[in-house]
């Protein structure tokens, strides 16, 4: 009984935890949904915005007390604009979706939801960690060696 408790506990931190993309799957893998080249955004850009905002973890989650937010997913997109989470006030949910599509293993909706963010305004400059860690950077090394 003891060993089903313990293997039930390791089942649900695996579940808890959800995917973490190893660097090149990731890069092929956003590859082969378009990002590379998207509103003119190198994939070495979205792979170095998804190092830094979520270690590349489908199920990362940010709480943002200030403004009562939370950011979902690889991508960290806020419930505030982009997702409905049915606790953000104010939310406008941009890209018609549940939050909860952000944390799924499939990312195929949450890139769709990364590239109605960068049709706004301001881009990919959405991303804090984006202008923080990657702007101006050399990102050669987020795709090198991954034969994208």
């Given at each position: 009984?003891?060993?089903?408790?313990?293997?039930?506990?390791?089942?649900?931190?695996?579940?808890?935890?959800?995917?973490?993309?190893?660097?090149?799957?990731?890069?092929?893998?956003?590859?082969?949904?378009?990002?590379?080249?998207?509103?003119?955004?190198?994939?070495?850009?979205?792979?170095?915005?998804?190092?830094?905002?979520?270690?590349?973890?489908?199920?990362?989650?940010?709480?943002?007390?200030?403004?009562?937010?939370?950011?979902?997913?690889?991508?960290?997109?806020?419930?505030?604009?982009?997702?409905?989470?049915?606790?953000?006030?104010?939310?406008?949910?941009a890209c018609g979706i549940s939050?909860?599509?952000?944390?799924?293993?499939?990312?195929?909706?949450?890139?769709e939801c990364a590239k109605r963010?960068?049709?706004?305004?301001?881009?990919?400059?959405?991303?804090?960690?984006?202008?923080?860690?990657?702007?101006?950077?050399?990102?050669?090394?987020?795709?090198?060696?991954?034969?994208?």
């Amino acid at each position: 009984m003891k060993a089903l408790f313990i293997l039930g506990l390791v089942l649900l931190s695996v579940t808890v935890q959800g995917k973490v993309f190893e660097r090149c799957e990731l890069a092929r893998t956003l590859k082969r949904l378009g990002m590379d080249g998207y509103r003119g955004i190198s994939l070495a850009n979205w792979m170095c915005l998804t190092r830094w905002e979520s270690s590349y973890n489908t199920r990362a989650t940010n709480y943002n007390p200030g403004s009562q937010s939370t950011d979902y997913g690889i991508f960290q997109i806020n419930s505030r604009y982009w997702c409905n989470d049915g606790k953000t006030p104010r939310a406008v949910n941009a890209c018609g979706i549940s939050c909860s599509v952000l944390l799924q293993d499939d990312i195929t909706q949450a890139v769709e939801c990364a590239k109605r963010v960068v049709r706004d305004p301001q881009g990919i400059r959405a991303w804090v960690a984006w202008r923080n860690r990657c702007q101006n950077q050399d990102l050669t090394s987020y795709v090198q060696g991954c034969g994208v």
